[in-house]
C-alpha cells in the first residue's frame, strides 16, 4: 500500500507543475548575457562559420547588432545552426531568442507558427541555376525537367505554382540539407537547382568547381521577403527586434556609418542624428535599453548598407546588386520608419 | 485459474484482489502520464499562439512529388500527398525484403559451400557491408548513380529499349493499354517507366546492408540442425540440392523466422533515412508538409503511426507464419 501512494504520489506531483511559460525575453537574456540566435548552417554572405568558428554574413550581422543594443557586446551572441526544417521549431520552444537565417515572411508562417516576422532584411526572388553548357536560356524552356530543391522552404511550393501556370511539368527531387540538394545538382542529376536568387549566387560562388559554368536565368518566380523572427507573447522583445533592424536602416538613410558614428554622436546638430545617436530623446528607455543603443548597434556592424556591402554586395564574391534592397529615396524598397 | 480464484472465498487480501489493483494502478498511471503529456502540449502552445489539429490534412498540398505509384496532383488534399509517401515507403521496403531475402539465404547458404573461394566471399561481403553504416551505404549508391552514369539526353542504351543515365534506369511499360518504349529527350525519358536514382540507391542500399545481416541468421539457423540430421540424408542417398531443401531449410527455418522480422522491421525503419538522398517517402512529404503548414506534433505524429503500423503488421505477418513453421507435436 506504501508503494501505491508513492506512486499517486509522482503522479499528484505530475500534474502540479502548470504549463511552463516563456518568461520575458529581454530579462533572460540579460541574465544569461548572450542572445541566442538561430542561424544558416552554412550560407555564404547569410550565415557562414569560417575554420576558427567565427560566423559572418548579412543575417549574422543583425545578430551582432542586436547583442550589441541590447547587452553592448556584439560578441555576446550565441549562435545556434539550424536546418530549414529545425528553424521554427527551434524558435517556438524558446531555445534561441530570435531566428535570423534567410526566412521569408508569409501569412501561414505569420498567422499560424506562434511567431512574428520582425522586417525585411533582404528582398529576394526564387530563381534556377543551370549548367552553362545545357544552352538553357529561360526558365519556361526546362519542359519534364528535373530541379533539385532543399525541403522545408517556401520554393517547393513555389516551383509548383510556376510549374503549373507554365505547364512545365518539373520534377522536384527534394533533399533535407541544401548540401545533398546541391551535391546532386553538380553531379547532373539535375537539370536546376532551386531557391533564393540569392542563395544560388551564394551556392554557385561557393560550391561550383567554376562559378563560370553556370548561370542563375533570368526569371525570378516568386516574391521573398527575407527577415528575422521572434516569438509570440513578448512585445517588447518584439519591438528590441525591430527597432533595431530600422535602426540599422534608417542609420544608412542619414549617413550614420561605423567609422563616423562616434564623431556623429559627438558633434552633430541634425535634429533626426541627435535622435538616433541618443544624444537628445532618450529611445533607450522607451524600448528598456541604454540611451545609446543604436550607436552600439552601428558601431558593432556598421549600418544597413555597410552590412550588405560586406557581406554580399557587388565587392564580395557573391556579387549581388543593390537592387529591391538599396534606400527607398534611391530606387530601394529599405525603408525604415522614424526614430522618435 | 477462473475456476481456482472462484472456488476460494473471496477476500481483500488475496493474490487475485491484490493484482487487479496493481493492474489498474498501472492503467491509470500509463494514462495520466500520456493525458498529462497531451495536455501539456497543447496548452504550451496554445499559450504561444501555434495552431493545432489535423485540419490541415484536407486541404490543397500545394506541392509536386517526383515520383509516385498514384496519380497525384499538385492540389490534391495533403492527405493524398502523405498516400503517395507512404506507398513509396512501401515500394520500396517490400521490394527490399524480397530482394534482400534471396540475396540473405544465399549468402547463409553459401557458408557452408564446399568451394573455398566462394565461402570466402560470402564471409568477406557479410564483414564488409553490415559493418559499414547503412546511410553512408545509400550515400555511396547514390553517388554512384549521379557521378557515373551519363546524363539524361544521352543515356546508355540497353537492348533499344532500356536505357541507363543520370534520370534513372528506363524501361518499357504497359500505360494506358499499349506497351509504352521510353525515348530519350532533352531533359527527361518520354514514356515508358522509370525507376530512379533515388529510388535504386535506397534499393539497393537496403538490400545489401540487410542481406548481410540475413546471411547471418540464415547460417545461425542452418548451423542449428544438427549434424546427424544431414547424415541421415546423406545415408538415404538424397542429393545435396535436396538434402538442403527437404531436410537442412525447414528445420533451420524455425531457428530463422524470429529474428528474420527483426530484420524485416529493421529495413522498413531505415528506409527513412531516404530523405537523406532526395526519395519522397513518407518522413520526406512530412517534412515538406511540417514547413508549409507548421503542425510539427501532428505531422511526427503520422510519421510514427505510419512506422508503428507497418512495423506491428510485419510482426504479425512473420508471427503467424512462424507458428504455421513450429514443430507440431503429434
Known amino acids: 500500500m506504501k508503494r501505491t501512494i508513492i506512486g499517486f504520489a509522482i503522479a499528484a506531483a505530475f500534474l502540479a507543475s502548470a504549463p511552463v511559460f516563456a518568461g520575458k525575453t529581454l530579462d533572460s537574456i540579460k541574465q544569461k548575457g548572450q542572445v541566442a540566435c ?30 550589441a543594443a541590447v547587452l553592448g557586446d556584439a560578441s555576446k551572441v550565441k549562435y545556434v545552426p539550424l536546418t530549414a526544417a529545425q528553424r521554427f521549431t527551434a524558435l517556438q520552444s524558446g531555445e534561441i531568442d530570435v531566428l535570423s537565417r534567410n526566412t521569408t515572411w508569409t501569412l501561414t508562417r505569420d498567422a499560424s507558427l506562434g511567431i512574428n516576422f520582425v522586417g525585411v532584411t533582404y528582398y529576394d526572388g526564387q530563381g534556377f541555376l543551370v549548367p552553362v553548357k545545357s544552352k538553357v536560356k529561360s526558365a519556361k524552356s526546362m519542359k519534364g525537367a528535373t530541379v533539385c530543391v532543399q525541403s522545408g522552404t517556401t520554393t517547393e511550393k513555389n516551383m509548383t505554382d510556376y510549374s503549373r501556370a507554365n505547364k512545365l511539368d518539373l520534377k522536384p527531387v527534394v533533399f533535407e540539407k541544401i548540401e545533398a540538394a546541391t551535391g546532386a545538382y553538380f553531379s547532373g542529376r539535375c537539370a536546376a537547382f532551386t531557391t533564393d536568387a540569392s542563395g544560388l549566387a551564394s551556392v554557385r560562388n561557393k560550391e561550383a568547381k567554376n562559378p563560370a559554368d553556370h548561370v542563375i536565368l533570368p526569371e525570378l518566380i516568386s516574391k521573398e521577403p527575407l527577415g528575422p523572427a521572434v516569438r509570440r507573447g513578448d512585445d517588447e522583445w518584439f519591438a528590441i527586434a525591430k527597432w533595431t533592424l530600422f535602426g540599422l536602416i534608417e542609420s544608412e538613410e542619414y549617413g550614420i556609418t561605423q567609422a563616423n558614428v562616434d564623431k556623429m554622436a559627438a558633434e552633430s546638430t541634425d535634429p533626426v542624428i541627435m535622435r538616433i545617436t541618443g544624444k537628445s530623446e532618450d529611445t533607450g528607455k522607451l524600448l528598456g535599453l ?15 548598407g555597410e552590412m550588405f556591402e560586406r557581406n554580399v554586395g557587388p565587392k564580395t564574391a557573391l556579387n549581388l546588386p543593390r537592387g529591391l534592397n538599396n534606400q527607398w529615396n534611391k530606387g530601394g524598397l529599405q525603408y525604415a520608419p522614424p526614430i522618435r | 485459474m477462473r475456476r481456482r480464484s472462484a472456488s476460494r472465498s473471496w477476500s481483500w487480501r488475496s493474490q487475485a484482489f491484490r493484482g487487479l489493483v496493481w493492474q489498474v494502478v498501472a492503467v491509470l498511471l500509463v494514462g495520466l502520464a500520456a493525458w498529462y503529456l497531451g495536455h501539456n502540449t497543447l496548452e504550451n502552445m496554445r499559450a504561444r499562439g501555434i495552431k493545432s489539429g489535423f485540419d490541415f490534412l484536407f486541404g490543397p498540398a500545394g506541392f509536386d512529388i517526383g515520383e509516385s ?56 561481403y557479410t564483414e564488409t557491408f553490415r559493418n559499414i553504416p547503412i ?25 533499344t529499349t532500356f536505357f541507363l543515365s543520370k534520370g534513372g534506369f528506363s524501361f518499357p511499360w ?66 545435396r540440392g535436396l538434402q538442403v531443401r527437404k531436410v537442412i531449410l525447414p528445420q533451420a527455418m524455425r531457428v530463422i523466422i524470429p529474428p528474420l522480422t527483426n ?68
Not at chain 2, 545509400?138 to 546524363?151: A, D, H, N, Q, R
Not at chain 2, 507548421?294 to 503488421?313: D, F, K, N, Q, W
Open chain 2, 263 to 330: 530484420q524485416y522491421l529493421n529495413l522498413t525503419k531505415n528506409s527513412s533515412l531516404a530523405v537523406a538522398i532526395g526519395y519522397p517517402d513518407v518522413v520526406s512529404i512530412a517534412t515538406t508538409t511540417l514547413n508549409n503548414t507548421g503542425r510539427a506534433v501532428e505531422c511526427i505524429s503520422i510519421i510514427m503511426l505510419v512506422y508503428l503500423t507497418t512495423s506491428l503488421s510485419t510482426a504479425a505477418l512473420m508471427n503467424w507464419y512462424n507458428k504455421r513453421m513450429a514443430i507440431r507435436e503429434r
Open chain 1, 290 to 304: 541604454d540611451k545609446d543603443w543604436m550607436v552600439k548597434a552601428v558601431k558593432a556592424v556598421g549600418n544597413y
Open chain 2, 174 to 239: 504497359w500505360i494506358d493499354g499499349v506497351w509504352s518504349v521510353p525515348t530519350p529527350g532533352a531533359f527527361s525519358m518520354d514514356g515508358g517507366a522509370t525507376a530512379t536514382p533515388e529510388f535504386m540507391a535506397v534499393l539497393l542500399g537496403l538490400v545489401f546492408y540487410t542481406a548481410a545481416f540475413i546471411g547471418e541468421v540464415v547460417r545461425a539457423g542452418i548451423a542449428a540442425v544438427p549434424k546427424g540430421q544431414v547424415e541421415a540424408a546423406s545415408s538415404l542417398g538424397l542429393p
Open chain 2, 135 to 159: 546511410l553512408l551505404q545509400l550515400l555511396f549508391w547514390y553517388l554512384v548513380f549521379t557521378e557515373i552514369l551519363p546524363p539524361v539526353n544521352e543515356p546508355v542504351t540497353l537492348g
Open chain 1, 38 to 67: 538561430g542561424v544558416h548552417t552554412g550560407l555564404a554572405g547569410f550565415s557562414q562559420a569560417d575554420s576558427q568558428g567565427n560566423w559572418s554574413g548579412i543575417d549574422v550581422d543583425y545578430c551582432k547588432a542586436l547583442a
Open chain 2, 69 to 124: 505509384l498514384v496519380k497525384y496532383d499538385a492540389l490534391d488534399p495533403v492527405w493524398k500527398a502523405f498516400l503517395v509517401g507512404l506507398l513509396n515507403t512501401l515500394r520500396v521496403a517490400i521490394v527490399g525484403i524480397v530482394l534482400a531475402t534471396l540475396l540473405g539465404v544465399a549468402l547463409g547458404i553459401g557458408r557452408f559451400s564446399k568451394n573455398a573461394l566462394l565461402r570466402g566471399l560470402c564471409y568477406a
